[in-house]
Each structure stands twice: as structure tokens, then as C-alpha cells.
């Protein structure tokens, strides 16, 4: 099978996980049920869903000299992912995530940056030889925006397909825009994007072509338990995800753009590499944490095969 090289330019954090009976309300103080640290960060979960699935990738961003910069590094590697781009930055700690988690296995996250908020052009620029190797480069929004634009800036130069997660989001430049091929959001994301409202599948659409009108090439959105939708200059494809009981939906996001980009990387069309995101995501929710929620290809045949 064909297969093309993938880099993840991002995060990687330490995950601060709590368990919770709801979200704590404005000056509410409750207590946690549990708490446990899983490797996460945006980057990193979408490098190690991408190495799970058997594809050939790279990372490329910052971790801290301290043990939870190891323990990511681990992860990465034992997911069969390149660290070579990873540096571990002196006098800095590694990017952690304090994430509460509810009942219904929604989520709150608070991330503070540490290494990443120095991952900087100049990385960007040392590593250029992986990006001159790979196919695909995916981007998120954890690691300072000017190094993203930089990041890309390099990708579209080099002839790159630039997938960007735009989590957590924030308006984007039109310079920047205008060079992304793939943008992945979920509703909120879309909502942030454009300042339009997303209450429904038609509003999506309406969002979506404010952003196909910047020049990005397809815009695929997340929708929760409908799935996704694609839309492009020639078509609008919704395609819908199978109903799961939903244990935590961390990394569901993550997963879905790794997967998708694995997908598109072993020459599926648009409308296979969803349905394949979809399916990897949908296994997601169904575990906990962020890392330790992301399957192997085995395991996700089996997941639907024992259904
Ligand atoms: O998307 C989930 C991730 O967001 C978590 O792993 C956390 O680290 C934050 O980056």
C-alpha cells in the first residue's frame, strides 16, 4: 500500500485529568472523584493516533527537561513516531492540561503552554528537512500562531498538503488561511472562525463557504454524534457516525484529523478517509484519557466488526 510520510507540527502536554460528578459552576468548589496524569497535547495526540494507525510520522514542537517531557517522549516512540523534531527546552516545563471530566464524558480543558510557547520559526527552521520529506504537515493552534504561519508558510513552498486543526481556535489571518488546504473544526471552532452562528447542518455550510471564499481548499467539520461534513468548491458531503455510549471525548478531535490525514495519505477519496476518521473517533469516545484512548487499526476493525 502507498503510503506517505505525515508531520505533526504541535503541543505535546501532560494531561491533569480529574473525574467529576458535573462541571464546577463560578465559585463552586466540589470534589473530584479520581486523578490521573495521560500523556496529551494537542500535537502529540495526533502524532501518536497517526503512528497507532500505522503511518509513517514525524513530530516536530517542544517538550521541558523535566520527567513529563520524557513520558511524552515515550509515548511518541512507542507509538512508532520520529522524535527527531521534538527539543527539549532548558529552564521550561513541559505544556501541561488540567482537564475536568464529567459524567457524560464531556469535557473542560485549561492548558498552560509551558515548552510549546517556545517552539519557535527558528525550530520550525531547523527541522525543514522533515517537512521537505513528508506529504502531509498538520498544524493546531498550541504552539504560537507566527510559528504556524512560518510552519506553513514553509509546507506551501516545499509543494506540502497542510492540514490545519483549528484548536483551540482563534480568528485566523486571511494570509494564513488562504494556504491551508484541509481545515478541520468542530461546530465551536467554525463558529469562532467566522462570528457566524452554527445551530444546524445548513448554518455549517453557510460558515464553511465564508472560509472556502478565503481560500482554503475543503473545510471538514466535526458535528458530534452526526459525524462530519465536507465542503469543497464542488460539493457538500455529510457523513453521518454510528451512536456509542461515550465514556470521554478527549482527543476525539485529535484522532479525527490524524485519521483522517492517514486516510488521505493511503490514497483514500474524501468521503473513505471521513468515514475512516469517523470510525477511529467514534472508538475514541468510547475510552478514556487522551492518549491512552487511541486505537490501533486492529483494534478498530474489531471495535466495528464485534458490533
Ligand atoms: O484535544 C485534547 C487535548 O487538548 C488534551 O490532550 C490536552 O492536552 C489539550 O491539548
Known amino acids: 500500500m502507498k503510503k506517505s510520510r505525515i508531520t505533526v507540527i504541535g503541543s505535546l502536554n501532560m494531561d491533569l485529568v480529574v473525574n467529576v460528578s458535573h462541571m464546577p459552576k463560578v465559585g463552586e468548589t466540589i470534589m473530584g472523584r479520581n486523578f490521573i496524569t495521560i500523556p496529551g497535547g494537542k500535537g502529540a495526540n495526533q502524532a501518536v493516533a497517526a503512528g497507532k494507525l500505522g503511518a509513517d510520522v514525524y513530530m516536530i514542537g517542544k517538550v521541558g527537561t523535566d520527567e513529563y517531557g520524557s513520558v511524552l517522549m515515550d509515548n511518541l516512540k512507542s507509538a512508532n513516531v520520529d522524535v527527531s523534531g521534538v527539543k527539549q527546552q532548558e529552564n521550561m ?5 488540567f482537564i475536568n471530566v464529567d459524567n457524560s464524558g464531556n ?10 510557547g517556545t517552539c519557535s520559526k527558528e525550530d520550525i527552521d531547523t527541522y525543514k528537512n522533515i517537512i521537505q520529506e513528508s506529504e502531509i504537515i498538520i498544524l493546531q493552534l498550541e504552539i504560537p500562531l507566527d510559528t504556524v504561519i ?11 498538503t497542510v492540514i490545519l486543526n483549528p484548536a483551540p481556535a482563534v480568528q485566523l489571518p486571511d494570509r494564513l488561511l488562504k494556504q491551508v488546504d484541509i481545515l478541520t473544526p468542530n461546530e465551536t471552532e467554525l463558529e469562532i472562525l467566522t462570528g457566524i452562528e452554527v445551530n444546524s447542518l445548513d448554518d455549517v455550510e453557510k460558515a464553511a463557504r465564508v472560509l472556502l ?9 466535526t458535528v458530534g454524534e452526526k459525524g462530519a461534513v465536507m465542503i469543497n468548491d464542488s460539493e457538500v458531503l455529510h457523513v453521518p457516525v454510528e451512536k456509542v455510549d461515550v465514556a470521554d471525548t478527549t482527543a476525539a478531535g485529535d484522532s479525527f484529523t490524524a485519521s483522517l ?11 473513505e478517509a471521513i468515514e475512516f476518521a469517523n470510525k477511529v473517533a467514534t472508538v475514541v469516545v468510547t475510552r478514556e484519557g487522551a492518549q491512552t484512548s487511541l486505537p490501533t487499526l486492529e483494534e478498530v476493525n474489531q471495535f466495528f466488526e464485534n458490533r
Open 213 to 221: 471564499g478565503k481560500g482554503v481548499n475543503a473545510i471538514i467539520v
Open 150 to 160: 512560518y510552519a506553513v508558510n514553509i509546507a506551501k513552498d516545499l509543494n506540502k
Open 261 to 271: 490525514a492517514v486516510g488521505l495519505s493511503q490514497g483514500m477519496n474524501y468521503k
Open 93 to 97: 516545563h513541559t505544556g501541561l492540561a
Open 107 to 116: 469535557n473542560n480543558i485549561v492548558v498552560v503552554s509551558g515548552a510549546n
